[in-house]
T-cell receptor
Framework: DAKTTQPPSMDCAEGRAANLPCNHSTISGNEYVYWYRQIHSQGPQYIIH???NNETNEMASLIITEDRKSSTLILPHATLRDTAVYYC?????????????FGGGTRLMVKP | DVKVTQSSRYLVKRTGEKVFLECVQD?????MFWYRQDPGLGLRLIYF???????EKGDIPEGYSVSREKKERFSLILESASTNQTSMYLCASRLKREGPRSGELFFGEGSRLTVL
């Protein structure tokens, strides 16, 4: 799997958009980008995934650059409950034995 | 919603004790996983199971075993607990074995084990 690079921490004001970047410059054509988050003392929670098109669901939007070397997770109106560690993971989706590898992630602090 | 339930949120055990961590999921998922999470080391895969009575070693299986007698239940066993097994243990399940959704895992809330 391609390696990902994320900033270790970010702050965001409550009610504003939180934009979390992820670099994956060695991504290959069949690798998907997955995002998870982990709120303190809880298990990770799946947020969204994408291949090359932008994706949106009820939790967030995922913007993947045209060259697929980076992506941004957008929480459009961050709340205090969005304070968590956010993980960007790149993985070949078709391989059942290919497990998720969680790196260090970005610690997002949403402030009032 | 998928619910993955881990039997104990907090456990304290003594060195040498046998420890059982239980995990139950209610969505008929075939695949289940056990991870441990330690500061600075991220999540590391211990064991996983594709189906009933099947098990596969993950990245750090030493000192652990697992049992999958029923589809909904996946147990992690520490035969003789040691202090270096003090950790947060996370169970997960997934619906799809292949394809894009095979990266969509549902996690339990975790079991924090302290071995004295």
């Amino acid at each position: 799997d391609a390696k990902t690079t994320q900033p270790p921490s970010m702050d965001c004001a409550e009610g504003r958009a939180a934009n979390l970047p992820c670099n994956h410059s060695t991504i290959s054509g069949n690798e998907y980008v997955y995002w998870y988050r982990q709120i303190h003392s809880q298990g990770p929670q799946y947020i969204i995934h994408g291949l090359k098109n932008n994706e949106t669901n009820e939790m967030a939007s995922l913007i993947i650059t045209e060259d697929r070397k980076s992506s941004t997770l957008i929480l459009p109106h961050a709340t205090l409950r969005d304070t968590a560690v956010y993980y960007c993971i790149v993985r070949v989706a078709g391989n059942a034995g290919n497990m998720l590898t969680f790196g260090g992630g970005t610690r997002l602090m949403v402030k009032p | 919603d998928v619910k993955v339930t881990q039997s104990s949120r907090y456990l304290v055990k003594r060195t040498g004790e046998k420890v059982f961590l239980e995990c139950v999921q209610d969505m008929d998922h075939e695949n289940m996983f056990w991870y441990r999470q330690d500061p600075g080391l991220g999540l590391r895969l211990i064991y996983f199971s594709y189906d009933v009575k099947m098990k596969e070693k993950g990245d750090i299986p030493e000192g652990y075993s697992v049992s999958r007698e029923k589809k909904e239940r996946f147990s992690l066993i520490l035969e003789s607990a040691s202090t270096n097994q003090t950790s947060m243990y996370l169970c997960a399940s997934r619906l799809k074995r292949e394809g894009p959704r095979s990266g969509e895992l549902f996690f339990g809330e975790g079991s924090r084990l302290t071995v004295l």
